[in-house]
């Protein structure tokens, strides 16, 4: 069975959830629950914490299922 992956993005930064990789360790949701919400849809809510935030958050999944880059600002 394919399951497809999750993309999230803001202004700032653009988050990827791969189920089929996450252990499963909850900790993102443990230390970062305004952004990372066990029952709520969507389950990532990137207005929920500062994007500096997020990133050492993403940096501490131990499988890897989530990923991030930053977006390119536009030019005005």
Same mark, same amino acid.
């Given at each position: 069975?394919?399951?497809?992956?999750?993309?999230?993005?803001?202004?700032? &930064?653009? *988050?990827?959830?791969?189920? !089929? *990789?996450?252990? !499963?360790?909850?900790?993102?949701?443990?230390?970062?629950? !305004?952004?990372?919400?066990?029952? *709520? &849809?969507?389950?990532?809510?990137?207005?929920?914490?500062?994007?500096?935030?997020?990133?050492?958050? *993403?940096?501490?999944?131990?499988?890897?299922?989530?990923?991030?880059?930053?977006?390119?600002?536009?030019?005005?």
């Amino acid at each position: 069975m394919e399951i497809n992956n999750n993309v999230f993005s803001n202004d700032d &930064i653009t *988050v990827t959830y791969k189920p !089929n *990789v996450c252990i !499963n360790a909850t900790r993102c949701a443990k230390e970062l629950s !305004n952004v990372f919400r066990e029952s *709520v &849809i969507p389950w990532i809510n990137l207005e929920g914490a500062s994007t500096k935030k997020i990133i050492k958050q *993403v940096k501490k999944c131990p499988s890897g299922a989530l990923q991030y880059c930053l977006n390119k600002k536009k030019a005005s």
